[in-house]
């Protein structure tokens, strides 16, 4: 049992055990060889692993991606970083279109893994604080991960690299050294396309993902003092989407508020509300409703980007409403 | 712009033990020939083929004087004007036609059309349309090969146009960086649909970038064969021996409009009549005749043969069913 | 009144009004020039106003969309054509981080518009039929337009050429040629951010854009036999989204069909679905369904690409079951 | 690497009518160093400023020698380590540090941070953090001060790293096709974050790029500020008249990590040792007292009204507000 792990540290120990299990297995991207990583998920790989499994790259977005790819269609599993998921746009083409379609048009299995730290809360501005999950979870041929948990982190990051398709994987920044949790010391794997109920409730369901889990937990930590019983599902992979846990939870509570740190307008609450009216619809007791940023690049200043990002308040918030509804 | 006076003449000496070789470029040339013709100007215009059909008429020396140098480990990432790469492969031209015709005996089981194909199983890494896609891909199936030490390059085709874009250069500039063992071969048609290449790049030749990266870059006649075949030898080893890429500038002329609908009419006519005078499969039938390497009956022997084998190809294809419907779904991901 | 002008047509028309009414505006693309476009839109343009104002560029979307803000910037009106909107992706990065993100952060205006040739049905295979527009709704600071008619079309571009922020313009392919209608000779434009009911109804609500607006009239019109009363309602703009449109009809039609061509998970559907619970939840009477093509790339084969396709079959066989909920 | 000895050497005449410039130079190069040293060093570490903080200490000269040049006509494109040019423009000091510090005093009025900020009214156009993404964007600038036939110039700043983007590259390939009015500016500071040259690209300059789109490169020492002015005098002419774009490599070396939290560890202490003996500010300094352009006084003078002018910055902007949350969602179109 290592006590106490970051999920920064569960992710850097997942790809290291599978850099250990798999030669095949490596690592590619700016500043992950000497430096270890902007955020140094990297660490020490590139002593311990050499400089032909820990490739720094040029400023090359899709050069790195692209390289992935041609690793990938060979048989090697490149885990690719990108520094911000902010430059992922800069590999874009070589995602939704090589990546993605490889397998549906020409057999060929395509077996990377992307790497992209996301998310607000850091001060990073426009362009250090995006989550561009939707951008992927409309592209079919992709998998999308956003682990909320050093535990999830670990065995998403273990799984991915095992998993056959293109898998992005968003990392929260905000969560990197925050989080904190005792996980097991031997080899686990957590499954892709599975989401978890991380909280049991019979009132209402909250689904989120990412650093907003936490949130939701609180914010249904705070509403049973009300006298709430608030289900929390964390959907940990977007795509596949794992409706099923969704529905089911819907089933039981009636009512559902979807969370996201993303903006508001093309998020993942459209998806979800979407499945669950076609599905459970006659089980709703209330408006299907959510909590997102607002629909605006992600603001730099301080006060304002607070006002930018859901939090805790704003959950209890929208959740008394629809609890009280 | 337009002739072939800036390629750098390579003394040729042309022995009897190059005669098989002969035969080989000449066979794959007049397949590709054929099957091209068969599927723009026949199948397209019956309907039998649709989408967008791109030929490399008067280009086959590139694609046949690169592609049959190729060892079993090396990995080929051709581009739309190539076809031949596919048949030096062990790729059947009815599995070709088959593709274009949308048919499950096509590469991708209908799944994609005309050359957006590959198989892995024989080296060939499948383009998408986006033009220069796979250079970033060659960089990365180059690293691998490397990694695994079986001593195989990668060849990344393109044509001049693809050389404008961004995805060109960041895989250019990994892979000498890294000195990776690829051999870039660049098809300079003059045009990239209807652009020439004066709006496309301000240098004259594509070879002029290859200083950008520290990368031998050579100029060759791409309508003869056998020019092609020894620039690629010298670019292959250079790769092969872990001096890093070497870039290939093929001169050549595309003898058709961008696509089977295009007429070309922003191509002054002169330019084709110039370049069909350096028409790669006459020039070759031409060398072999005067070297002796063929006889007359010969060639037109192998020029009917090739007929017969499209004919037979043609046949299987149209033989070859439309996918099912109901298989729509399958194979989004190799794990679902 | 310009008798039977085709959608293609049209937006050319649009264009070239534009034009000669501003000469800010210009036109950047690839094979815009001496060619006129690979689908004949700037056919013209070039010998009329010559290679300042029609610019033909090397094979580059990242430059093209680079020089049409730098361009915007300085105060001049590009209307850049990607030649497919499959290659959009190439220049994600200036669309999504440069172009959407300047008005906000710095006040900076970028009227520039990318014109994208979207949509399937032409046999174009997985790389030339795309929908891509989610990509781009799912981000603040862009509008989104994608029109139906010809008459729209060519309203719609002309509003967009004047309007101050970047506009991504959808024109679907399969439209261009296919549809015809007599429009004004006199100028006029259509408001972006504004849908229209092109059909009355009071049964059902069917929401949908570009291609798809005319399966769901045909569908309209076959049901109307059965007496069901179908309203349609025709997007037009996607971002800024027109939810008040929407929801009034829901409000009195209680059913809502939502349709796209774009593959399922993450496509329109979603946001209009949240957005409908959100606001008028209490006034349904049936789940929210959708009519979209399958999570796949867009099939190259005859048979594969029909089922791959919405089409009116598919939409009255959902709009018939809904009507009869 | 890691040295100027590839400096191409340029004759320099010193003459006393430079004095004047050698005093403006002085001025914003000093006043660079200072407002850069009170943000990374006081205002970070006190946490007034928050986020990415990356200075251009040691490459002062490069803003300077470049900006100074600019007629009002021009547009600038700053890269994140040209902070003098905002000050060359107009900008006051006091809105730059409230821009760091998420002020309603900066340029972009707290929503974005550090040098993510621009103001087309004075000509600058705002980077964002893509590396290389304003590459693309001057070339339309270019078209546009070209069409308006103004006779400007655009000034397209970048590092080394920032070369290996495709942005880049296609950027300056349009640029060179057409001809435009651009002037490309390069602080080659030898890193890319932890990156060296050598894993970035594998010829031994950025100059040697300019070939591959047939444009003149220039090398220069990036650490004179003369060299630079004379340099880009001859580029911003060539670029004016018509001739197209130009590119200027300035050699300098990142005297600090890539940002404030990066401590450069990977960068070998002789390095920043040998490039502390090149200041540019200490050589111009030395250069004008040997010309006697300016005494020790007024040089100690002109840095203490620095720091006086720095010190009235930070009280301005630290009185300056913050942006108030209920603006959080105005602007995000020009019309809604
Ligand atoms: C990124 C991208 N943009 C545009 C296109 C459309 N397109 C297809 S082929 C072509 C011209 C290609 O020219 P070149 O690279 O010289 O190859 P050639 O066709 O001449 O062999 C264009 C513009 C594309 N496929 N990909
Ligand atoms: C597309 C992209 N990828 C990665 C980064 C992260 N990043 C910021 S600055 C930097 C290094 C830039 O190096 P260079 O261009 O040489 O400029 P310098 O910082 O040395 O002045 C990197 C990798 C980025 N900003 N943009
Ligand atoms: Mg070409
Ligand atoms: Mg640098």
Redesign the interface.
Known sequence: MAAGTTYLEAIRQGIWEEMERDPDVFVIGEDVGVYGGAFKVTAGMFEHFGDRRVVDTPISEEGIVGAAIGAGLMGLRPVAEMQFSDFISCGFDQIVNFAAKCHYRWNAAVPIVVRAPSGGGIHGGPFHSQNPEMWFVRTPGLKVVCPATPYDAKGLIKAAIRDNDPVIFFEHKALYRRVKEDIPDEDYTVPLGRAKVVREGKDLTIVTYGAMVWSALEAAEKLAEEGASIEVVDLRTLLPLDRDTVCDSVRKTSKVLLVHEDTRTGGMAGELAVSITERVFEYLDAPIVRVTAPDTPVPFSPPLEEAFLPNTEKVIEKARWLYRY | MGTVEAITPHEQTQTDEQAPLAHQCLYYMALMREAEDRIERKLYRQGKV???VYVGRGQEAIPVGTGLLAQPQD?LLPSHRDMAVFFIRGVPVRRVIAQYM??MGG??R?????M?????RLGI??I??????T??????????????GTGGV?FSYFGD??T????????V??A????LPVVYICNNNQY????PL???????NVA??G?????PAEIVDGNDVFAVYEAAQRAIAHARSGR?PYLLECKTFRMTGHSAHDAAE?VPQSLFEEWAKLDPIERLEAKMLEHRWATREEIDRLRVDVVREVDEAVAWADASP????V???E?????E
């Open positions: 649709l989408g967008g990995i949308g048919r590469l991708t209908g799944r994609d059309g005309n957006h194909m590959g198989d892995m890494v499948s998408i349309s986006a033009l220069a896609a250079v970033p891909v060659a960089s990365g199936v180059a690293l691998a090969l490397r990694y695994k990668a146009g693809a404008s874009r961004g995805a060109w250069h960041e895989g500039n990994f000498t960086v890294q000195k990239a649909y209807s652009t004066e709006l496309q790049m301000a240098c004259a002029d970038r200083p950008a990266y520290n990368m890093g922003y439309c996918p099912d419907p298989t729509l779904t194979g989004v991901y190799e794990t």
